[in-house]
């Protein structure tokens, strides 16, 4: 569809536009068929050949459709010797493209939730083993590995490479209240088989790990400690995901033709996808696009959460509902306590950044360093979902209360986003407010003015205080102050009193009209409310 898009724009224009572009490699995990089949590849091979020409010992954090699948094949078929798949890449002529015995292990691949994951090792080493005309007489998956290693050693008189992506995807599926106990035992079973690996060194060429967290150093790296990790700072920060300059370099004609789709100019719409797909940062220094993001929207030609759709896990928003996790827009923690993830003790924060929904956003002093979301798609998609659960409703029912809500602001129908506001707070158990009151009216209030489309802020600070929540539209302010268990009057009398309004005094000047408004919530609604125009 799109080729044929950029033939009829090259029509219509007279551009010089390519008639065949390299295809988008959405969902392409394989090396060999991404470069045999005419799929547009990012040349990474430069920051690839420090890892092979380095130590051989390498784990690699990332968040999910990162590419992390991508570069465990890149290198699966550089240690394969497969030097024609590399014709035109930087490191086409920097190796001498020996042929390894490859070992790839995919926990995404294995059917450890029917098997159980002790079997699905096995299977799968079984499975390498045969890809070698190999066979293994060992009992356990720890034995058999070590058989495996050393047979191959001996077979073909070369060290042997072991590659395996995704390693924490049997303790990531488990990790909800009522599964926690097969996370832990996934985890045990996990570090009898690395145990080994640290005693095959002998063997072994090259050994690389990736997953989306890592789990504290007492649990599986307890015997893997001779491993370079690699996930933060250093030049693997640029890795994978992709740079602007390489957003700029490989993707001009996908950046000029959907441009014209969008009718804007290019410039413009770079500065839109910086803000959609940009901002993930693993040095503290330098800003990443989320690839899968990249390629999905120069596909459909439209900004939409692409990456957020592929699977949020329900443990992680429920843990940050029961931890009244909402405000949640920046966080400063130190680098240590980034590093560990325990399953006994779960780290709203700690799994944030982990599975890619926080992102460091600045290196404030020694290891301290500030969290964020890191871009738009991020920051929305997680407001929708906390949203959702807050009001224990679906998020295609809360979506449309907050598009009914920035119309109503938009007709300055004040009285109709009073309604909305009481559908969002209908459904939820009363015994839930008993519990939790305020901050539960507060934690609604706080995700629903976020989401609006204006520009909106919530609990907004002033040199007086804090504003619960300011509309701007193109007309007009609205500031909100929402009092529990109290009346309307004593709302308005506190933005009064602190004098709220003084913050938006040039936009009044420039002929804005400011409304204060005071709202009481009690049992489950809204009571009353009170407007007044300054």
């Not at 909402?326 to 325990?342: G, Q």
């Not at 204006?454 to 907004?460: D, R």
Request: proline content about 2%; overall charge negative.
């Amino acid at each position: 569809m799109i080729h044929f898009f950029v033939f009829l724009l090259k029509k219509k224009l007279k551009k010089e536009i390519p008639f065949i572009m390299k295809k988008l490699p959405i969902g392409i995990q394989d090396f060999e068929k991404l470069r045999t089949t005419g799929f547009l590849y990012v040349d990474k091979t430069e920051r690839i050949f420090d890892l092979v020409d380095g130590a051989g010992y390498y784990f690699l954090s990332r968040p999910r459709r990162f590419g992390k699948s991508l570069l465990v094949s890149t290198l699966k078929e550089i240690f394969s010797g497969k030097k024609e798949l590399f014709e035109g890449l930087w490191i086409e002529d920097k190796i001498d493209w020996k042929k390894h015995p490859v070992i790839h292990f995919s926990f995404t691949e294995m059917d450890y939730k029917n098997l159980g994951l002790e079997k699905a090792i096995e299977e799968n080493l079984f499975y390498q083993a045969s890809l070698f005309e190999i066979n293994l007489d060992s009992e356990t998956i720890t034995s058999q590995l070590q058989e495996l290693v050393r047979k191959l050693h001996k077979k073909f008189d070369e060290r042997v490479v072991i590659l395996i992506d995704e390693y924490d995807k049997p303790i990531i599926d488990f990790l909800g209240k009522d599964e926690i106990h097969i996370a832990a035992e996934n985890r045990d079973i996990m570090k009898n088989f690395y145990s080994p690996i640290k005693s095959l060194d002998p063997h072994l060429r090259f050994f690389f790990l990736t997953g989306v967290s890592r789990f504290s150093k007492v649990s599986i790296f307890s015997d893997l400690n001779n491993l370079n990790d690699i996930s933060l700072g250093g030049s693997s920060s640029d890795l994978l995901g992709y740079t602007e300059q390489e957003i700029l370099n490989y993707f001009d004609d996908y950046i000029t033709i959907t441009a014209k789709a969008n009718e804007i100019s290019e410039n413009k719409l770079l500065d839109q996808m910086r803000s959609w797909y940009n901002g993930y940062n693993f040095d503290g220094a330098n800003k990443i696009y989320n690839p899968f993001s990249v390629l999905n929207f120069f596909d459909k030609q439209k900004f939409n959460n692409y990456w957020f759709k592929t699977g949020t896990p329900t443990f992680l928003i429920k843990l940050l509902e029961e931890n009244e996790y909402y405000n949640i827009e920046e966080i400063e923690t130190s680098l240590d306590a980034l590093e560990k993830f325990e399953i006994t003790n779960l780290n709203p924060i700690v799994i944030l950044f982990q599975t890619g929904y926080f992102t460091i956003k600045k290196h404030l002093i020694a290891d301290i360093y500030l969290l964020g979301y890191p871009n738009k798609e991020v920051r929305r998609s997680m407001n929708q979902l906390l949203l959702a659960e807050y009001t224990k409703k679906e998020t295609t029912h809360t979506t449309n209360l907050i598009y009914q809500i920035t119309k109503s602001f938009d007709k300055n129908e004040l009285d109709k986003v009073f309604v909305h506001l009481n559908s969002l707070f209908a459904s939820i158990p009363y015994q839930i407010f008993e519990t939790k009151k305020e901050n539960y009216y507060h934690s609604i209030i706080y995700l629903t003015f976020k989401l609006l489309g204006y520009y909106t802020q919530s609990e907004v600070s002033t040199s007086e205080g804090r504003i619960d929540a300011v509309v701007q539209t193109e007309n007009n302010i609205y500031i909100l102050e929402f009092k529990v268990n109290d009346t309307a009057e004593k709302a308005i009398e506190q933005i009064k009193n602190k004098n709220y309004t003084e913050k938006y005094k040039a936009e009044k000047e420039n002929g804005k009209t400011i409304y204060i408004i005071g709202v009481a919530c009690n049992e489950k609604t809204i009571k009353e409310y009170l407007i007044e125009k300054i």
